[in-house]
């Protein structure tokens, strides 16, 4: 009975603490304009526990971006249901959203001229007056997100002088300074070495852990987000599979992920190898 | 981003030089006056009536129109700019002032078909900014609208440029079928002229300018938001539309309404938000405004001071001066820096 009772409290204590960020329900998302609509994926089911690290993966021109664009509400979806913190996302205006939700955008940002420090203030907007003037709580949240992101040395460096990984941790310190539960990255690891890849995607897992957010980035870089990541999105042309990487594997995941005949999927590694 | 000393230190510079240069523009002309006379002047106690004459019926109303217009269009460039996230956005460049030119083209041209009472009437300076500003705005419009659907920075550069040639041939055609004296008319205003500016003109001039800085500064943090581009602006909580709305409405009525009255001007929109970007080094638009208003009035002094030719009775277009100044500045700018940015 004792035992029972325990496990029961646990139970529920875990349930409080794994509160649910994003929710998927029967979603369909694609374009659509007057004359016809292209459905990308359908019937797209998961939902994200908070503090959780979940990496997008799929082939080229599967729709990752598709996805993203329409979990951060920059393309409205087709039907089925969307949720952020049990609300909508509908039913969420600019500013409300903006305080759930960041991204980091395959785009660069239109100004090189700006500094790191200028860049990361950026992401106060949605907390600050119509003047955008930064209190001390402002200022204190900024310079943790540049120690976050172990950028307080170059803050007052331009970002045209950065290299590309150091750009990739200036736009991680926006989103952080950004403040907001859940952040929403698309393929921050392009055009970074190994060495950055893992440095990105490591800082990634310490923010879930310490800081307690909820991340979801996509990726091309299958093996380390097998090694690293809590739960994955695997898109293939048939479905979306959810589960954490582990059990994925078990279940052939990614063995359809890519056509057979080039690469191939060794379970017992966690790896692609070329045939 | 609050204001940092440095930026105190460098406008406290810029009004110091601002207002030396408008006692240097006002005491040089085709009659030298002492700069000690144009200050007593200006206080309202002048000794000498023909100087004192001379100076708040000619020279004091050139240097404010001076301000104003140097001032606005370097604001509409820095806003272009941000806008069309492009460096070699100016209202110049993008075929603003060629949309200015259309409307007061068909004003000053189209009025001599409506003869008599009509005509005089639709010639008054309230009308001439309406079409003026009118015209910008319907550029930008169409410009706004293609970027929307062409995401390539370079083919806005193009398509501002053929707006410049359609509208440019527009106006041909409408001087092809009007007489002499409304052609000579728009002829005249077309070369650009701070001078010859009425009292009434320049508290129109005033009014547009103090509209648009207010739209510019009110519209700031968002300008500052669109430094990072249009999706990530949104995803900060942006309204982008109304937003960039109120940005083209502020461009407008500054580069239309000062293009109405002195003519299409270029180079200090494009040159002066660069050259201003040389001496401070913040992309904030809270200090940029400011900064770039005044660096553009100072600019357009410098250029009208050089175009009244001191010492003689000759006076160049205000158009050829800041083009003379300005190209070989974006040139500089270039070719020390390899890229422009903003």
Same mark, same amino acid.
């Given at each position: 009975m004792v035992i029972g009772a325990q496990k029961k409290t646990y139970f529920l204590m875990d349930n409080l603490s794994q509160h649910t960020v994003i929710k998927c329900q029967d979603l369909s998302i694609g374009y659509q304009n007057k004359k016809k609509t292209s459905v990308i994926a359908s019937t797209i089911n998961f939902s994200i526990t908070q503090g959780t690290l979940v990496a997008l993966v799929g082939s080229n021109g599967i729709g990752k971006s598709t996805l993203l664009k329409s979990l951060t509400a920059m393309l409205p979806t087709l039907s089925g249901s969307l949720q952020i913190d049990a609300t909508e996302? @509908? =039913?969420?205006s600019a500013l409300a959203l903006s305080n759930k939700l960041s991204v980091v955008l395959t785009e660069a940002p =239109? /100004?090189?001229?700006? @500094?790191v420090l200028e860049l990361v203030s950026l992401g106060r907007q949605p907390h600050t007056n119509w003047m955008g003037s930064l209190t001390q709580n402002d200022k204190d949240i900024i310079q943790q997100a540049l120690e976050d992101t172990d950028l307080a040395s170059l803050?007052?460096? /331009?970002?045209?002088? %950065? /290299?590309d990984g150091q750009l990739q941790r200036v736009y991680i310190a926006r989103a952080l300074a950004q403040d907001t539960p859940l952040i929403i990255l698309d393929?921050?690891? @392009?055009? %970074?070495d190994l060495y950055h890849r893992a440095a990105i995607v490591k800082l990634l897992k310490k923010l879930t852990v310490e800081k307690n957010k909820t991340i979801l980035f996509s990726t091309h870089e299958i093996d380390l987000a097998i090694q690293i990541s809590d739960k994955m999105l695997v898109m293939t042309p048939q479905n979306i599979a959810f589960d954490s990487p582990c059990n994925l594997i078990k279940q052939g995941s990614f063995d359809v992920l890519f056509p057979n005949e080039i690469v191939v999927f060794d379970k017992k590694t966690g790896r692609f190898s070329v045939t | 981003m609050m204001l940092q000393k440095i930026h105190v230190r460098f406008f406290i510079l810029l009004s110091l030089l601002l207002v030396v240069l408008v006692c240097v523009n006002i005491s040089l002309g085709s009659v030298d006056i002492p700069a000690l006379e144009v200050f007593n002047s200006i206080v309202g106690a002048s000794s000498k009536s023909s100087w004192d004459f001379i100076i708040t019926n000619y020279r004091l109303p050139k240097a404010i129109t001076a301000i104003i217009a140097g001032g606005g269009l370097a604001i509409s460039g820095l806003l272009m700019q941000t806008l069309f996230r492009?460096?070699?956005?100016?209202p110049f460049v993008l075929g603003l002032s060629s949309g200015a030119s259309l409307g007061v083209a068909i004003l000053i041209l189209g009025a001599?078909?409506?003869?008599?009472v009509f005509s005089s009437f639709l010639l008054g300076p309230w009308s001439l900014v309406i079409a003026s500003a009118l015209g910008s705005f319907i550029v930008l419009l169409a410009l706004l609208a293609v970027t929307l659907k062409v995401k390539d920075t370079m083919a806005i550069l193009i398509i501002g440029l053929m707006f410049g040639s359609l509208t440019g041939a527009v106006v041909a055609v409408l001087s092809y079928f009007s007489d002499a004296e409304q052609l000579q008319q728009f002829v005249f205003w077309s070369f650009?002229?701070?001078?010859?500016? #009425?009292w009434q003109g320049i508290v129109i001039i005033s009014l547009c300018f103090f509209i648009g800085l207010l739209l510019s500064v009110y519209s700031a943090k968002s300008l500052n938001a669109l430094l990072l581009g249009e999706n990530y602006a949104k995803s900060m909580g942006l309204k982008i539309k109304k937003n960039m709305l109120v940005i083209i409405l502020a461009t407008s009525i500054l580069a239309g309404g000062i293009t109405a009255f002195v003519g299409p001007i270029a180079f200090i929109g494009l040159a002066v938000p660069h050259l201003t970007r040389q001496f401070i080094k913040t992309s904030n638009h809270f200090v940029l405004i400011p900064a770039v208003a005044l660096s553009g009035a100072i600019l357009m002094l410098v250029c009208d001071t050089i175009a009244q030719?001191?010492? #003689?009775?000759y006076t160049l277009p205000i158009n050829a001066i800041t083009s003379l100044v300005g190209a070989p500045v974006v040139i500089w700018l270039l070719v020390r820096k390899r890229k422009l940015i903003f």
């Open positions: 996302i @509908t =039913a969420y =239109a /100004s090189k001229n700006l @500094t803050k007052d460096k /331009s970002c045209f002088k %950065l /290299s393929e921050p690891t @392009t055009h %970074l | 492009n460096p070699l956005a100016g001599g078909a409506i003869s008599g650009g002229s701070l001078g010859n500016q #009425t030719l001191p010492g #003689t009775v």
